[in-house]
C-alpha cells in the first residue's frame, strides 16, 4: 500500500499527536509491519515529524520495520515454560532448523510451555507436538 | 422443564489447549434446549478446558482437561464429575468462569452495576471516605492506599482523568486479563466508581498490545453500555467517556509515567516526579493511574460496605489478591487468597512441587523482584519487601523453580530482561543492567563470582536503586542481590 492508501486508512482519526498510537496500530495491521510509506502516512495526519515518529515507533517492541519471518513462529521462553518443558520445544526448533522468534512471556503460564503457530497459541506442548504443529503451518522443504 | 446449563472455559489459556474443539463438540452433542455458554477461565488454567453441568435445580458437574471425544460420554452423564478446588477466598474472580462471555450474562443479571448505583446515590466525598475506611491499595505492585490518590488529585482542579493501567507486562503474571477475559463489566464497573470518585469524565484504559481477547470483551462490553445509553438507560447518563488505547510492547510501558507519554503520543520513557500524575499527569492534568484489579475491588466495597472488605487479609492489607503462580507446581494458575497467606502456603493450594522434583528456590516479583529460597516461604504476602534482598509480592506472580532449571541461568534470564527492557532514557538502568549481565555471563554459576565481582555488582546494584529515574530501574538490582545473598556461597 502506497502512503496515499495508508493515508486514506487514517482518515477518520483526528489529527493530533495523542492518536500517534492508534494510527501506529491501524497502518501496522494492514501487514503485520510499517513499512515507510506507512510511516510517512502517520507523521503527516498526526504532525509528528518523521525523526520523532521513528524514535517512539523503535520504543515499541511490538512495532516491526520489516515484514515478520513466514510463517511467523513464536516460543515462548520464560521461566514457566522453560521449567514446564520450554527447552525441549526450542530443542525441537533447532532440529527441525526453522526460524522462531522467543518470546519473553505470553502470559499463559498456566499452561505452559507455550508456542504460537500460525496466529494461533497451543499450550502443553511436547516437541513431538510442535514438530507437528509446524509441519501442518509450512512443509518443510 | 428446562434444560441444562453448559459451560466451557474459553479464556486465552483454555483455547491454547483445544477449548475451541471441545466447544464444537459440545454443541453437536447438546439437547436442544441445553444452554451452551462458553465462560473466561476461573483461575484454573491447569485443567482447562473445564466443562461444568448444572441441571436446573441441582449443584454443578465439573469435569477437567476435556477432550473433544470425551464431549458425549460427558454429557450423557456416565464420565464420574471432581470436586471443584476448595481454599481459595473468591471475592474478585466470584464470576470469572461462571458468567456467560457472548451475550454478557453479567450484564443483565440484577447484580449488575449496583456498586455503581450504590455510589452514584453518594456524593464523591463519601465514596471517597468508604473506599479509605475500606483500606484498599493499589494491587499493581505499589500497594498505596487509592483513596489518599483520589483525595490528592481533588484537590486539584477539573479536568482530571483516570488512566487503567491494564499493560500487565510483568512476566508470570497474569490477573489483570483473567478479569478482563472473564468479567469485563466488573471493570468498567469499578472505572465507573473511580470515575465518580475523582469527578472525571474521560478515562484511558491503555490494554496491552498482546491481550487480543481482553480488548475484544472489554470492547464488547463497552458497546453493550453504550448500546444501554443510547436506549435511554438512566443510570448509563452519568458513566464516563472510555477511551480504549492498546499498548504495543516493553516491559517499562507498565510504568505509569510511560503510560502517560505512550497515550500522549510521546516516545515510551518515563517522567521525571514530580510533578506526580495527581498533580500534573495526562496532558498536564491531575490524573490517578489504577491498575485494574484495584478497580475491579471497588464495586463489591461499594455494594458490601468497608467492614465486609476487612473481614479478610490484614489490618494494614485489607483484602483479597489475586496471585498467579506457575512453575514446578502440580496445578498452575491464578488464586485469589486473602493478603497475609504466604507462598508457601500459596504453593500448597497450587499443589506443591510435583511428585519426584524438589522446590530449589521461588521468584516472586519476576524481574522487579527476587528470588526466596524454600526456608524463606513463610513471609505473610503485603506490600513492600518480603525480603530485605529483593522478593517483592508486586503484581501477584510467584514461579517456583525446580532442578530443571539452575539458579544461574534464572539469575540471567530475569537479568537479561531487565537489560534489553531498559528504555535507555536515564543512564543507570540503561548501562547498569548491561554491565550486571556481562559479569553474570563471566561465571557458570553464581557461588563462582569472585569478591571483585561481587563487589562491583554490589556497587552497580546500589547505583541502579538510587539513581535510576523509574520503578523498572530501580528495582532491577532485585534478582541479583537476592541471587548473590541468598545462593552466592552455596554450590549450584
Known sequence: MDRRGYEDLLGDLPHRRDQVLPALHLAHGVMGWLPESAIEAVSRHTFVPLSELYGIISGYSEFRLAPPHTPHIEVCTGLSCLIA?????????????????PIACRFLCGVAPVAMVGGHYYGRLTGPRFSTLVARAEPMP | MSGRRITIGNGTCAQAVGA????????????????????????GCWAQPVLTITDPGQSSQRHEQVEPEQVVAILSGVVPSVQPPTGEQRRTLARCGVAGLDAMDTFRSPAAYAGYAAARSLDPDAVVALVKEAGLRGRGGAYFPIALK???ARRFPTPRYLVVNAEEGEPGAYKDRHLM??????????????????DCEDVYLYINGQAQMSAAHVGTALAQIEAARADGASWTVQMPRIHLYRGAGGYVCGEESVILNSIEGFKAVPRPRPPLPTEAGLFARPTVISNVETLCSLPAILQHGAAWFREVGTAEYP??????????????????VPMGVTPRALLDLAGGVPDGRSLQAVVMGGPSGGFLSPDLLDVPLAGGLAHPTGAVLGSGGIVALDQSVSLMAAVRHLAAYNARESCGKCTPCREGNERALAIFDRVEDVAALSDADQAELTALCDVLQFASLCGLGQMSPGPLRSALALFG????
Open chain 2, 181 to 198: 477475559e472473564g468479567d469485563p463489566h466488573l471493570l468498567l464497573e469499578g472505572i465507573a466508581i473511580a470515575a465518580h470518585a475523582i
Open chain 2, 20 to 43: 475451541a474443539a471441545v466447544l464444537a463438540a459440545i454443541r453437536v452433542a447438546a439437547a436442544p434446549d441445553d444452554a451452551v455458554v462458553a465462560v473466561g477461565c476461573d483461575g
Open chain 2, 150 to 152: 483520589w483525595e490528592s
Open chain 2, 489 to 492: 556461597s552455596r554450590s549450584l
Open chain 1, 85 to 101: 518443558g520450554g527447552d525441549a520445544v526450542l530443542a525441537t526448533a533447532l532440529d527441525l532448523s526453522i526460524t522462531v522468534e
Open chain 2, 319 to 336: 483484602g483479597t489478591k489475586l496471585v498467579s503462580v506457575s512453575g514446578a507446581v502440580q496445578r498452575p494458575g491464578l488464586y485469589e
